[in-house]
């Protein structure tokens, strides 16, 4: 089976920075993936990459065995398979049109009848745990929870086979995060769906992905089986991660 | 007894209403001891903080609270009641560092400032080579360099670290940190905490952590009190609490954490994680009975009408929980 996204000797630099520095990974079509590695060391312009939203100095991304072009046509379609879902997805509804506006671009897009549609939306939200309403509010009505699914919601709605989430926990409390991440991973279950989770959190990346990377300075360090990865880490810098990791066990034994 | 907070109520008036974010909370940290006050969004944990400093909102009242410092007692309830420790007797770092420093003034100009209150009479180059001194206990590189700098040339954790230089120079009686590590990286937060620890070890002071973080509270703290919806459900030392919680809510925020240890299944997809049912209950009007009555899964009916009192949990004096269920098991 071709892989969902395969990505070959990736570079792009800012200026005198190498945010992409030669980076190369597969992500097995209906698996879950994981990069985890802490700020600047280039996940988030790799998750960039993957969209098309950020072009490549150098190296090849394929998605669904398919090379990356770069044309708003490309641009177009792509999106109805592959779908992100951003670190605050607050920001990334428009602040004067309601929810209801923002899912009506996916019937336009899609080009699908608006009754189909709502009815496909009405199955998800009640999935999701939202309320049939929660679409005539304004983005400054709902909590960041609701923000969040309301973003799921939407990046569903357009029926990826890969889903992309940036920090998908971030800012969440500890009691809303695992609802989230239960979520997620009923969802792949249910459709089969490709799932890139882009993290700091290594405990959280640990449970759901198979399989992971761990990015510093834009270059990959390590990569592989999860299990493994975090079970007997190869790389210091990846042991180092994870030996910062606050841990409750740890605290445990040392008392 | 280095620190106590007697009663602490807080008032916020909103449009919608006036909101309860602190119903008498109550806090004891001994001279040299780690206190974590742990909670959740909107438990109100940093409006201890800012209580105690007295930067509150314009639109917050405290209603009732003293606290006692160094053997002073404050009358929380007047304006600016702590006017006096600010910059000497208490410190405060904050989640965002660059909040806490000023971005026209270079790192020097800004340690040397404390020094003025903290250590008035002493000359400029005293001053200076304490400042310096201080950078490098915070284990800042270079820190001749980091005097004429600027806040903006320096990263997060760098920034944070100047901050703790600026509390360790002030020699505070308390230290509160609120939230100091979130904005950064899992190994950065570690340096910092140490660094908080080292600064503590140094000069003897209390320090109230607020986080929301349990793996760091554990990691770090001696005591904790777990704050839920402006009221303080249990407290007792960290040992403690983990190995027997005394209220659900405890119990559940510790299920609640995913530690990177914990057993994971082979097929990845087959993992879950807890979850607390539930929302938080409205601020402006408290249901009666015990406040976390309606996410707890272990209620029974006088949970619904009595507000529990603060019951001891196994054998030790210090630990104790509000549950109804401590009594009748």
Not at chain 1, 181 to 207: C, E, G
Not at chain 2, 224 to 231: F, I, P, R, T
Request: glycine share 8%; hydrophobic share 40%.
């Amino acid at each position: 089976m071709t892989d969902a996204v395969a990505i070959r000797n990736a570079q792009l630099s800012f200026g005198e920075t190498a945010a992409l520095d030669g980076v190369s990974l597969a992500i097995p079509q209906g698996t879950c993936f994981g990069i985890v590695g802490e700020s600047g060391s280039g996940k988030t312009t790799l998750m960039r990459a993957i969209l098309g939203l950020q072009k490549l100095d150098q190296g090849e991304i394929r998605i669904l065995g398919n090379p990356l072009v770069h044309s708003r046509a490309a641009l177009k379609q792509r999106a109805s398979f592959i779908q992100p879902i951003f670190q605050d997805p607050a920001a990334s509804l428009s602040p004067r049109s309601r929810i209801r506006t923002l899912m009506n671009e996916v019937g336009t897009v899609l080009r699908e009848p608006h009754a189909v549609m709502h009815e496909r939306l009405r199955v998800i939200l009640n999935r999701l745990g939202l309320p049939q309403s929660v679409i005539d509010k304004y983005p400054h009505e709902i909590s960041g929870g609701q923000a969040r699914r309301v973003a799921i919601a939407r990046a569903l709605l357009m029926k990826p086979s890969i889903l992309i989430a940036d920090e998908p926990t971030a800012g969440l409390d500890v009691s809303v995060q695992g609802d989230l991440l239960n979520l997620l991973q009923d969802i792949r279950r249910s459709q089969n769906i490709t799932l890139v989770v882009i993290s700091h959190n290594l405990a959280i990346v640990r449970l759901i992905a198979e399989n992971a990377v761990v990015m510093r300075a834009g270059k990959v360090v390590e990569g592989g089986e999860v299990g493994s990865l975090f079970g007997s880490p190869q790389d210091a810098y990846t042991r180092d991660l994870l030996a910062a990791w606050p841990s409750i066990a740890a605290a445990n034994t040392k008392r | 007894m280095a620190i106590s907070l007697r009663n602490l109520s807080v008032d916020y008036s909103l449009p919608q209403g006036t909101a309860h974010a602190l119903r008498g909370v109550s806090l004891d940290i001994q001279k040299g001891e780690l206190l974590g006050l742990v909670g959740e969004s909107g438990s109100g944990k940093s409006t201890v903080a800012f209580a105690l400093m007295g930067l509150l909102a314009n639109n917050a009242r405290v209603t009732s609270g003293t606290a006692t410092i160094d053997g002073k007692s404050f009358d929380l309830t007047k304006r600016n009641a702590t006017a006096s420790l600010r910059g000497r007797g208490m410190a405060m770092i904050f989640q965002d560092p660059m909040l806490s420093l000023n971005p026209v003034f270079t790192i020097g100009t800004q340690l040397c400032e404390v020094l003025r209150r903290r250590a008035p009479g002493s000359d400029r180059k005293t001053r200076v080579a304490m400042a310096e001194d201080a950078l490098d206990k915070v284990k800042l590189g270079n820190p001749r360099r980091r005097m004429g700098q600027y806040p903006h040339e320096l990263s997060g954790g760098m920034r944070q670290r100047v901050v703790i230089a600026m509390a360790l120079l002030s020699e505070p009686a308390l230290l509160i940190a609120d939230e100091p590590t979130t904005a950064l990286d899992v190994t950065v937060e570690a340096q910092i905490m140490r660094e908080i620890i080292g600064l503590r070890d140094r000069i003897g002071c209390a320090v109230l952590l607020i986080t929301h973080s349990l793996g760091l509270v554990t990691e770090y703290c001696d005591r904790l009190s777990v704050l839920y919806a402006g009221e303080r459900l249990e407290s007792g030392t960290v040992k403690e609490v983990q190995r027997q919680p005394g209220h659900p809510y405890t119990r559940m925020l510790f299920d609640c954490e995913v530690p990177i240890d914990r057993e994971r299944h082979a097929d990845a997809s087959e993992n879950r994680f807890t979850v607390i049912a539930g929302d938080l209950p409205d601020p402006r009007r408290r249901p009666p009975g015990c406040i976390f009555n309606g996410r707890c899964d272990v209620s029974f009916e006088a949970c619904a009408t009595v507000n529990p009192d603060d019951y001891p949990v196994g054998k030790e004096a210090q630990h104790s929980a509000r549950c109804l269920r401590l009594l009748t098991p």
